[in-house]
């Protein structure tokens, strides 16, 4: 019966989406049998933690990874066509037909979006599979849910003990004897720390080139960019942000000859006529309770006369009023905005400690200061909340 009721939803959810997805007329890229995803397919439904299935093992292969994007009743991408966000960190062990990661949903909003695999290859351009629609449903509608007898209580001995929460905090861990921190994602850039085997830092973003290298924060509060080959990874990666690393640097000058004449000029650097301003925070719940993760919606507008000239970051950090001590935190990212265009910045935040107290979530925009802007004084915000007690002890 259970098997009966779940095909006729999927059905359902068939018809109702395959509609306005053919109505897109676009035709469909031929598979590269190297690089493709073959779990999930298109019009299926999703929840949870997943395993996505497929190949990537092109010749020369640097990496692989997969993003995500929303869609909209249209089937068009509802936040431009470079707002992908990572699902799956940058792999550099190829895969045959095998599982490519675990795509973890239940830091994403329910609602249409499709996946991308792109496998990077040295040296040439990175091959890519969009699947879509893919629908999140993380949770079902009753009609799909057979009910089941509940469990009897089961009495807790005086002695037991609750396990510790783990730390699902980002972090990299370096696994060489040594590994630099460097001003940008390539070996180019200038190291800005050297640091010992075993040593972590928190991830804060990956970089939207596609080169896999991890934006850090170091215990001192500096930041950097750390190459995926030197280090391993631990916590909860679904949702980082991609971040736009510094451009990299122009080639050096051949010498000029000694006895060449030296001719002086000056070259004058435009200032950027964008102007990043924070805008409306939204909180979903709107009173967030300890130990549960809520939605904290941020607006970012343009209000400059240009565009910014690269993609941008928010820092987030929720602090006790009381003392201003961190309580939690997490990083966002938003797409190239043009003049007087505002971009609404979703980031999943989880505070487990001082509940019935006052929280103040403080605002930075590109806290890196990898935007020019003409006013850099309207780039941070406060909000202050009660978290509600819930079920925390």
């Known amino acids: 019966m259970f098997k009966h009721r779940m095909l006729i939803v999927l059905v359902l959810l068939f018809v109702a989406v395959l509609p306005t997805f053919a109505q897109t007329g676009a035709p469909l890229a031929p598979v590269n049998p ?51 966000f990572p699902a799956l960190l940058p792999s550099t062990a190829p895969v045959v037909e095998g599982i490519l990661g675990t795509w973890d949903t239940r830091a994403v909003a329910e609602g249409v979006y499709e996946l991308r695999l792109t496998v990077n290859v040295a040296g040439s351009t990175p091959v890519q599979q969009v699947v879509s629609p893919i629908r999140i449903e993380n949770e079902p509608p009753p009609f799909a849910v057979t009910p089941t007898t509940p469990p009897l209580p089961t009495a807790i001995p005086a002695t037991a003990t609750i396990a510790p929460t783990a730390d699902s905090t980002p972090r990299v861990t370096i696994t060489t004897p040594q590994g630099n921190v460097r001003e940008g994602d390539s070996t180019v850039f200038r190291a800005i720390a050297t640091l010992p085997n075993g040593t972590s830092a928190r991830i804060r973003g990956i970089s939207n080139r596609g080169t896999g290298w991890y934006y850090i924060q ?170 509600q007690k819930a079920n925390c002890p």
Do not use: K
């Open 34 to 84: 190297n690089a493709n995803i073959s779990w999930p397919p298109p019009v299926y439904v999703v929840r949870g933690a997943f395993q996505v299935r497929g190949t990537a093992n092109l010749p020369g292969m640097s990496n692989y990874f997969l993003e995500f994007r929303a869609l909209g009743a249209d089937m068009q991408p509802v936040t431009g066509a470079d707002a992908w």
């Open 218 to 387: 170091l215990d001192d509060g500096r930041l950097g960019w750390m190459s995926p080959e030197i280090v391993s990874t631990s916590g909860n990666l679904t949702g980082l942000p991609q971040v736009a690393p510094p451009p990299l640097p122009a080639p050096t000058a051949a010498p000029i000859p000694t006895n060449a004449p030296i001719i002086a000029t000056t070259v004058i650097v435009p200032a950027s006529a964008a102007n990043l301003v924070a805008g409306v925070v939204v909180l979903e719940p709107a009173t967030p309770n300890c130990a549960q993760t809520f939605v904290v919606g941020f607006d970012v507008a343009n209000l400059g006369t240009q565009a910014t000239s690269v993609s941008g970051s928010i820092n987030l950090v929720d602090q006790r009023a009381a003392d201003g001590s961190t309580q939690g935190s997490t990083v966002g990212g938003f797409p190239v905005l043009q003049p007087n265009q505002t971009f609404r910045v979703t980031m999943p935040l989880t505070v487990s400690t001082f509940y019935g107290e006052t929280h103040r979530l403080v605002f930075t925009i590109d806290p890196a200061n990898q935007i020019g802007e003409t006013n850099e004084g309207d780039n941070t915000r406060t909000l202050d909340y009660t978290l």
